[in-house]
């Protein structure tokens, strides 16, 4: 355990009840009244279903709700008819709710998350997002099976998305981590997953929780350490999922809380990504994407605006952040009338890095690099379903692909730039 223990007196005294378990998972809320009470019974029946004889424990990190979700969770019990013939066989299963504050911290809540399965030698530990409206039973059985019968140290999920929902994940997030890491892990900053008690022996006392990109970004982080130490992952099909990505006015909360995390964790890795080469793919128990019809949503013309006004508005600031070159080639494409735009992959590449080696090199407050990055990300948002509203959804994925490979293709050029600044250049 940390010298400094994240876990309150109070809730070690609740740990040290219940004694050491197999399983264990956390739940992170903050006035989830409206959606806790089915997602605590899908856990549990898909505990009961699935690990019978294992001991179990719920763990709730509350970041103080005023709505009674604590008190949802907690009477949340197995007194269903449907559950008492299925009881003999289920060892123990506790519900712990704790309140760690009165602000939301998702970083503080993995940390409790991780040394609480430490403390409790929990063999697997799994992560359920409070607003999965759409959990099914089996999600439990999907993430934790690997974990505990597989020797996998960490389960990502995949899911069925809307062509044009996760676009920071599918245009930044995922292609950059593997090229980086060279694993095809599709959901980096996952809502839902496992963990191993040898990864939760590992990150207890690793400094991200020190950093803003643990606080922010704890999902992220865990990720690049698995994929950084070289512990064996795997990817589980979980199906459908309501809100995967935060709303469009949310965009600089989604940038802090994954590209910040990103961008930190080259600089913590240093001479760890930059090394490897190729891809090799991470075994998937069901499809890798799915992809579904639906109709674009938000103002199209605005997002444009947004693009071209940010490049114009924020020129002092993009000067100190990309190369001359390719500001120039920004510009131009922020002129561009709406039926010649065009945000090339390789020049979108090439920000991305450009930002990424600024960020290390604190060119400026570091927080105002991410805050930069939200228009040019607009402008390729905008290039990117502009381009793919009619494409099939195989065509689509063979585009994201194509990003992923150009990614891969100029990681030199995002090397050059690193050993630039190690050698003064």
Request: net charge negative; hydrophobic share 40%.
């Amino acid at each position: 355990m940390a010298d400094e223990s994240i876990l309150s007196d109070d809730l070690v005294r609740q740990l040290m009840s219940v004694g050491e378990v197999d399983i264990l998972v956390g739940l992170h809320t903050h006035d989830h009244a409206d959606t806790i009470g089915p997602v605590v019974q899908a856990i549990r029946e898909g505990l009961i279903n699935h690990f019978p004889r294992e001991r179990v424990a719920i763990l709730n990190a509350d970041a103080g709700s005023s709505d009674g979700t604590r008190d949802l969770i907690r009477a949340a019990g197995i007194d269903d008819a449907r559950y008492r013939s299925k009881l003999q066989t289920l060892r123990t299963l506790h519900v712990i709710s704790s309140q760690y504050g009165t602000t939301v911290s998702p970083g503080i809540a993995m940390h409790i998350f991780v040394e609480a399965a430490d403390l409790l030698r929990a063999r697997g530990c799994a992560v359920v997002s409070p607003d999965s409206s759409d959990i099914q039973p089996d999600w439990v059985d999907r993430l934790l099976q690997p974990v505990l019968r597989g020797n996998i140290d960490l389960v990502t999920p995949t899911y069925r998305r809307h062509r044009f929902e996760g676009i920071l994940v599918t245009n930044l997030m995922y292609p950059m981590m593997r090229a980086l890491y060279g694993r095809n892990v599709r959901e980096p900053r996952p809502a839902e997953f496992a963990f191993s008690d040898r990864l939760s022996g590992l990150l207890v006392n690793h400094p991200m929780w020190s950093q803003d990109a643990g606080r922010l970004g704890p999902e992220v982080c865990v990720t690049i350490e698995a994929l950084a130490e070289g512990f064996p992952l795997a990817q589980t099909y979980l199906g459908a999922r309501s809100h995967l990505e935060q709303q469009p006015g949310d965009l600089v909360a989604a940038l802090r809380q994954s590209v910040g995390p990103l961008f930190w964790a080259m600089e913590s890795l240093d001479g760890t990504w930059d090394k490897i080469q190729g891809v090799q793919a991470v075994p998937t128990n069901g499809p890798e994407y799915e992809v579904t019809e639906g109709t674009v949503k938000g103002d199209l013309t605005r997002l444009r605006q947004m693009f071209s006004s940010g490049v114009a508005d924020l020129a002092p600031v993009l000067k100190s952040i990309l190369s001359p070159a390719v500001l120039q080639q920004l510009q131009q494409v922020a002129s561009l009338p709406e039926e010649q735009f065009d945000f090339t992959d390789e020049l979108w590449v090439k920000v991305v890095y450009e930002f990424a080696s600024s960020y290390r090199r604190s060119v400026i407050n570091r927080d105002h690099i991410i805050q930069a990055l939200a228009p040019l990300y607009r402008g390729r948002a905008y290039h990117f379903i502009t381009q793919n509203q009619d494409v099939a959804p195989d065509a689509l994925e063979q585009r994201v692909e194509a990003l992923c490979e150009s990614f891969e293709r100029l990681k030199p050029y995002l090397v050059s730039l690193w050993t630039a600044q190690e050698r003064g250049v």
